[in-house]
């Protein structure tokens, strides 16, 4: 198991359909906390015009959140209707394995995109679905996420410069 991502980016909006497409993803899993919502609850800016496009070339989106606020991620799933999954626990395999059932996508085919290390890269590295890390929309965070965050820059730093010596 590893803890790097398979792709970096800045935010959800910067993945494009020729990295998908070069990379055979089929169906995208999403978080939402500080990926597609930042915490005064506003939605990333032209979330709604890239997920046209997504959901134009047949890529299937589910959220999966271990928030349990489901008013909020609701928030989201209404505006792309799509489905979601809530209280994922990940890292955890639970809640990857119920999003991998609604989608019916093989797991290869699957890109797991958000702003945490130790709970969607490594949980999309564990159950061996493609990892997409994105910055968080903000720096502000959640006490326990505070904690984690210095350890995660350390990681991305080993990261980027592993993809400059390739
Ligand atoms: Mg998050």
């Known amino acids: 198991m590893t803890i790097y991502p398979d792709f970096y980016c800045k935010k959800v909006t910067d993945i494009n359909l ?5 990379n055979n993803i089929q169906a995208l899993i999403l978080d939402v906390d500080n ?3 930042d915490f005064n609850l506003n939605i990333l800016e032209g979330l709604e015009t890239w997920y046209k496009e997504i959901k134009a070339n047949n890529i299937k989106c589910i959220i999966l959140s271990n928030s349990n606020k489901i008013e909020k991620i609701k928030k989201v799933a209404d505006l792309l209707q799509i489905s979601f999954i809530n209280f994922a626990t990940k ?5 990857f394995k119920k999003a991998q059932k609604e989608l019916n996508i093989p797991n290869q085919n699957i890109a797991v995109v958000g702003d945490q290390i130790f709970t969607d890269v490594i949980g999309a590295n564990r ?3 493609h990892s997409i890390l994105v910055e968080p929309i903000d ?4 006490l326990l996420t505070k904690i984690k965050r210095p ?3 350390i990681i991305i730093k080993k990261y980027l410069k592993k993809q400059v010596n390739k």
């Open 18 to 22: 020729e990295y998908l497409k070069k």
């Open 35 to 37: 990926t597609l919502l």
């Open 91 to 95: 890292p955890l395999k639970r809640g």
């Open 127 to 129: 159950m061996k679905m």
């Open 139 to 142: 720096k502000k965070d959640l």
């Open 151 to 153: 350890l995660e820059e």
